[in-house]
């Protein structure tokens, strides 16, 4: 999902909306998604370990193929990929993290990331 101004878009099937409840409801009643670098349909249950097959193997480095970030080791990758599923809004006054696999809300980064294991 992308920001635009306070509209928020969904790259799986277009939806248009302001960043608030609208959009994490929208999230949760999801069954698949749109992989956000091969746009591959990838169910919710599997987004997580699809994210994991972007990962490539460059000399000693592990190589985002999303951002193209270096990371020293595969778990550090593991993780990594995992924070495009995570979106972040602002503009509210407060920043929000919503999981594009479920549409739980979360206050910072470290707790949208610990939630993310559990989609492994």
Known sequence: MSKTSNVVVCPSCGFLGSPSEDLASKVQALDSM???????????RDAAAHMEKHIKVQGKNYVCDICNSK???????ERHVKQHLILQLSGTGLNRFICLVCGREFLTMKAALAHMKAHQ
């Not at 749109?34 to 919710?44: F, G, S, W, Y």
């Not at 990371?71 to 990758?77: C, F, K, Q, Y």
């Open 34 to 44: 749109k992989c956000p670098k091969c746009k591959a349909d990838v169910t919710i």
């Open 71 to 77: 990371l020293p080791s595969m778990g550090a990758a």
